[in-house]
């Protein structure tokens, strides 16, 4: 399917309603009344008719590490998301998925939307939003198996309104081994380019049972250009494994006590790591988000 065709919606048996155009793939869902719950949707499906067309026309400034803001609302969402972890390199790409499902989740949520929680995932980059029931989100350590392996609860007033998943066995390019980090962020657009970074920084430099190839082998328009890219990871000593989990949670620890994420759960052949903020912010029902996600 190529970026020139019309964007389609169609709704689904269980009545959510999936939007798709080109490379992007999205379901939405919400509760609410009947008739709350079919506007939101014609609101979903007149927002996304743009969006490919958009990014498109803006795709050479997107690919790039620095240059002038753009002008597109997703564009510039992406561009002020991944300005926020400097110095580390990383383009606008890297928060498309979480910033196509942010744009979405903020056209839907009007005023008097009059809906109880919605939540847009786009590949597994998910923005939600909740105003009563608590969302509960499945973390898996192995996009390869679908292996669900703890889950995070997403409450009224816990400030988490985006999850994403990255790693080297997803569908994006990783620098790293991580099977998957899975981040919980204020934004969706947050939470992808974080995962982004911190499946990069898992890793074991060097390693010869790590084969990479420069990603624009892979694909010549790719926003990392010659740099390399993991295609394969063979069987590590328990030591590798740890030293590579412990790079990328560093990184994660300094990304919540940046207040750019939320929490993070980190994979590489069977090693596990989570890591939260302290304390949520404090508004009714405030819990400590070592209790969000249950390893």
């Not at 499902?101 to 980059?125: E, F, K, S, W, Y």
């Not at 993991?230 to 949670?249: M, N």
Request: net charge positive; with cysteine; hydrophobic share 45%.
């Amino acid at each position: 399917m190529s970026w020139q065709e019309r964007p389609g919606a169609q709704r689904m048996r269980d009545g959510r309603l999936r939007l798709i155009h080109g490379p992007i793939d999205l379901i939405v869902a919400c509760q609410g009344a009947p008739d709350r719950v079919e506007a939101a949707y014609r609101r979903a499906q007149a927002a996304f008719a743009p969006v490919l067309s958009d990014l498109v026309a803006e795709l050479p400034r997107l690919r790039a590490a620095t240059g002038p803001g753009p002008t597109g609302a997703v564009a510039r969402n992406m561009a002020d998301t991944v300005e926020r972890f400097s110095p580390a390199f990383v383009t606008p790409m890297a928060a498309v998925a979480g910033a196509v499902a942010d744009h979405l989740l903020r056209c839907v949520l009007t005023p008097d939307h009059g809906l109880a929680c919605l939540h847009i995932n786009n590949g597994g980059d998910i923005a939600l939003w909740t105003e009563g029931p608590v969302l509960r989100v499945a973390i898996c350590d192995d996009p390869t198996t679908g292996r669900i392996v703890s889950h995070a609860g997403v409450g009224p007033g816990d400030g988490i309104g985006g999850v994403a998943t990255s790693g080297w066995r997803g569908r994006s390019q990783s620098l790293g081994i991580a099977d998957a980090v899975t981040v919980l962020a204020a934004t969706a657009a947050l939470a992808d380019a974080a995962a982004t970074l911190i499946a990069n920084a898992v890793d074991v430099p060097g390693h010869p049972g790590i084969t990479r190839v420069p990603a624009n082998r892979l694909a010549p328009d790719s926003d990392l250009g010659d740099r390399l890219v993991t295609t394969d990871v063979g069987a590590l000593s328990s030591s590798d494994k740890a030293a590579a989990v412990s790079r990328g949670q560093a990184v994660a620890r300094d990304f919540a006590n940046r207040g750019l994420i939320a929490a993070a759960y980190l994979s590489c052949q069977g090693v596990r790591r989570t890591v939260t903020r302290q304390v949520l912010p404090r508004k009714a029902g405030e819990k400590r988000l070592k209790e969000v996600i249950h390893a």
